[in-house]
């Protein structure tokens, strides 16, 4: 079957934006008094496609209905997009937390079923077999050889940190494999290339905060940024108020320097991740305006994740008795 045009795709993608939640919509559902009243109001949106009434929905079960909508929106994506294989790179830590979920699971003897996502591109059927059979030779080739990694290094010791490690670093050669052989040189380079360093700088200041050895480093540094691995592994013992002008290099080196700069300021890790997602939202909201790539595809998806993020936070506010505060994009 061919792949729809760019036109139609973006003429499908534009239909589809305007069921997005809006910053007043998502308001007015924070000043809910209760759960049920919150439930109501979302549902009055049209959100949910897939739930016909509310009172087919329980109470407590929102988190279905997000999932629900989720993947619905993954569904659409991998039939609309024009580049599958592109698209499908924003859709690995569906797949990566699915499998470190089964494989966790096996480990534990315990069932995943509960906390899997659908919607990666990995069938979850095909994907519960081939952790179960220890089989992996449908996957593509840098994946197939880290399970099968994992597999012998679970043959002798079980090491759920490292399993996880390894699947993320999968995750990135993943990433860098296609970018590199589809020669992409625009957002989606720009986005994993600022994740990648991003990542990686966390990963630093964790290792100089826990007194890791090199080798534990090394595990968790991943590929595709800007700034060869080589340098983060040679700042292991780099104070952090000199880290800056040490990482400041690649495309994304002025933005990391902020970063790190006001983290030792505080001391506080988590205003990292928090200034990456910035950065990575940034680049999307620039992408969606050009329609003559996968910006404004890749941009819904997102768009979905925000919006399902904030429906978290709003529920879990009203169920835990405190006042609901949106995410930033929303104010």
């Not at 988190?63 to 997009?81: A, G, M, S, V």
């Not at 699971?105 to 069932?111: E, M, P, W």
Request: aromatic content about 8%; proline content about 4%.
């Amino acid at each position: 079957m061919p792949q729809p045009s760019y036109e139609y795709a973006l003429g499908r993608i534009s239909v589809l934006s305007t069921h997005l939640l809006t910053a007043a919509q998502l308001r007015r559902i924070a000043e809910a008094s209760t759960t049920k009243e919150a439930m109501k109001l979302l549902l009055e949106t049209g959100y949910g496609e897939n739930v016909a009434t509310e009172q087919e929905i329980a109470l407590g079960e929102i988190d279905f209905i997000i999932r629900d909508q989720l993947q619905l929106t993954r569904k659409r994506i991998r039939e609309l997009t024009p580049d599958a294989e592109l698209t499908g790179l924003f859709l690995l830590p569906v797949d990566t937390h699915n499998l470190k979920a089964l494989l966790k699971g096996r480990l534990l003897g315990t069932s995943a079923d509960g906390i899997l996502r659908e919607g990666g591109n990995f069938d979850l059927s095909l994907l519960k077999d081939m952790v179960q059979t220890k089989y992996y030779e449908d996957l593509p080739p840098i994946y197939n050889e880290t399970l099968n990694q994992i597999e012998a290094d679970l043959a002798r010791e079980a090491d759920p940190f490292r399993l996880s490690a390894q699947l993320d670093g999968a995750l990135f050669r993943q990433a860098k494999e296609v970018l590199d052989r589809k020669k992409e040189n625009g957002f989606i380079r720009n986005y994993f290339s600022l994740w990648a360093d991003y990542q990686n700088t966390i990963s630093l200041i964790r290792a100089q905060n826990l007194h890791w050895e090199l080798s534990q480093l090394r595990l968790v540094l991943v590929d595709c940024g800007d700034i060869p691995k080589t340098v983060f592994e040679e700042s292991l013992d780099v104070p952090p108020e000199q880290l800056g002008a040490r990482l400041n290099q690649g495309s994304h080196g002025a933005e990391l320097v902020q970063a790190i700069n006001e983290f030792a300021q505080t001391n506080e890790l988590a205003v990292i991740p928090k200034r990456m997602k910035e950065g990575l939202n940034l680049i999307l909201r620039r992408a969606k305006w050009d329609t003559h790539s996968l910006g404004p595809i890749v941009g819904y998806l997102e768009a979905r994740e925000t919006e399902a993020e904030a429906l978290r936070m709003i529920f879990g506010a009203i169920q835990g008795g405190f006042e609901p505060q949106l995410p930033d994009v929303y104010a």
